[in-house]
C-alpha cells in the first residue's frame, strides 16, 4: 500500500536526480535523467492516485512492525481500504529521537495511532502522555474480548490508565525463558532435555549457581554477560523504581550487585554487554568460552539469536543446537504496545484495526498469523502473542530449537510475568544502574559506593527522591 512518505521518499529521490544531472556533463546525462524524472514522477501520480478522495490513518512507530500491521489490515478490509491510507512516521529510538518527535506530534493532534515499547510505554499509560491516549472502549473495541482471548494479564496492567480505562495492548506476549545449547547441557549435565536443564539451572539462584560451577568445572560459562540476568532480576521484582516519587531499590534488584560479582569473581561468563558484538558472538559459539545460555523472550531467538548463530539450516553454526527451558525466576522482556489517540479524527478505523491486531483471535487476525508465522509470506517468524487461547491452537515448533515446540514453555512463562514493578522512568535509571553495577562488580568501586553514586545520579538526573 502507498503511502505519503514513500510519494515524499520518491520526491525527495527526484530532486537528488535533477541535481546529479545539473551538475555532470548533459550530453552524457540528460537522457537517463529525462527517464529517471519521469519514472519518479510516474510513481509519485501513482501513488497520489491510490490516496486521493481518502482519509489519512496518522501512525506512527519506531519500526516498521506495526505500519506493516496496518497495511495487511488494509489490505484484508477493502471496505476500510476504500475509504482510508495509511500515513506512516518511523523514528528509531536509537538516540532517544523518538520519544520527542512523537511528543510534538500528540501535541500538534497529528496521529491516530502509535505504537510505544515497554522502556517507556508506562508513560503514555499512565504518565504524562497518557493525556493524549483514548480509552479502548471510546475507540469502539470490543473489552469483553480481553477476557475471552484470554490476555496475558501483565500486558493488560501495563496498558491501563491511573483511571482504571484500557489504553493499550500488546500484541507479543513476551514472558521470558531460559534458552540454552543443547550440546553444552549433554557434555555437562548428560542430557538436553528441558525438563531436566530446568531443575539443573533452578528454581532459584541458588540453584543457577550449583549449575554454573558444573559448567565451568567443563570449561563453559552459564551466561555471556551479567546483563543476561539482569533483565530476569528486573521483571521479577515486586516494586518498581519509583513508588509515591521516591527512589525505591528492590530486595531483588539489589541482588543483581551480589550476583553480577559473582558471575565476575567465579568466572562463569564471558563479561559481555547485551547487544554488542561480543554478546552476539556468543550466539554463534564464537566467544572466549561456550556459553550455555540467555534469558529472553520468543522475539529473542526469532530476531537476534536467528541472525548469529551462524546459519541458517540444522548443522550450521548453532542452528538448531537450542532449546527453551522454564527460567529460574519468571519474568517478561520487552513487547510494544498499540494505542489510538482521543484527539483522531478517525477513532473508528482506528478502533477496528487496534481490535484486529490485539484481540482478534481468529485465522484471518493478526494474533494469529503472527503466531503460526503467516503474516509475512517471505519471512515465516512464528512468535508468541498476548492471546492464550491463540497461543493454545497453534504450532510452536521451530527449527533453531531443534525442532521443539517453544510455546510449551512459553505459555506458561508469560503467567509468571508481572506488569506491576514497570515505571515511567525505567529507561533511565536502568543504564544508571547498571553501570554502577558493572563498576562494582570489575572492582572499580565498594558496593556502598555503587549504591550511593547511584543514588546521587538518579537524584541529579531525575529529581526523584532518593531517601
Known sequence: MNTLKKTLSLVAALGMM??????????????????????????????????????????????????????KYLDTHPEDAAKYYMNDTQVPTTDGLYQPALDKALEDKGVDMFAAEAAFVLKYTKGEGSKYAAAYEDLGIDLSKVTSAEIAQYTVDIGTNPDGKL????????????????????????TDDPATVQKEVGPGWVQFFKAAEKLKAKGYGIVSGDGDIWHAIENSSQSGWVVDDKLVIDPKREEFLDLSKKLMDG???????????????????????????????AWLINYTMSENVGGTKVGEGTYGD???CEPPVGFFWGGTWVLGTKDSQVKDVVGRIIEWITLDTSETGLQYMWANGTFDEKKA??????????????????????????FDVFI???????????????????????????????????????????????ADKLDIATD
Open 267 to 297: 568466572g562463569y561468563h564471558n563479561d559481555t554487554e547485551d547487544w554488542s558484538d561480543n554478546w552476539k558472538a556468543d550466539m554463534g559459539g564464537k566467544g572466549e568460552k561456550g556459553i550455555l545460555g540467555f534469558f529472553g523472550p
Open 322 to 324: 537450542w532449546a527453551v
Open 381 to 406: 517468524t512464528k512468535d508468541c502473542v498476548a492471546s492464550g487461547v491463540v497461543m493454545k491452537k497453534s504450532d510452536g515448533k521451530v527449527d533453531i530449537l531443534g525442532g521443539q515446540n517453544m
Open 18 to 71: 535533477l541535481s546529479f544531472t545539473a551538475c555532470g556533463d548533459s550530453s552524457s546525462t540528460g537522457n537517463a535523467g529525462s527517464t529517471d524524472s519521469k519514472a519518479a514522477e510516474s510513481k509519485a501520480e501513482e501513488s497520489k492516485a491510490d490516496t486521493e478522495g481518502k482519509t489519512a490513518i496518522n501512525v506512527y512507530a519506531f519500526t516498521d512492525e506495526v505500519p506493516k500491521m496496518v497495511t
Open 412 to 458: 506458561p512463562a508469560n503467567t509468571y510475568a508481572n506488569g506491576k514493578n514497570l515505571t515511567p522512568y525505567d529507561e533511565d535509571i536502568n543504564k544508571l544502574w547498571r553501570d554502577q553495577v558493572r563498576q562494582y562488580s570489575a572492582g572499580k568501586k565498594s558496593r556502598e559506593d555503587a549504591l550511593k553514586y547511584f543514588k546521587q545520579a538518579v
Open 167 to 190: 489504553v493499550g495492548l500488546g500484541y507479543q506476549a513476551t514472558g521470558g525463558a531460559f534458552i540454552y545449547r543443547r550440546s553444552i547441557a549433554q557434555d555437562v549435565f548428560g
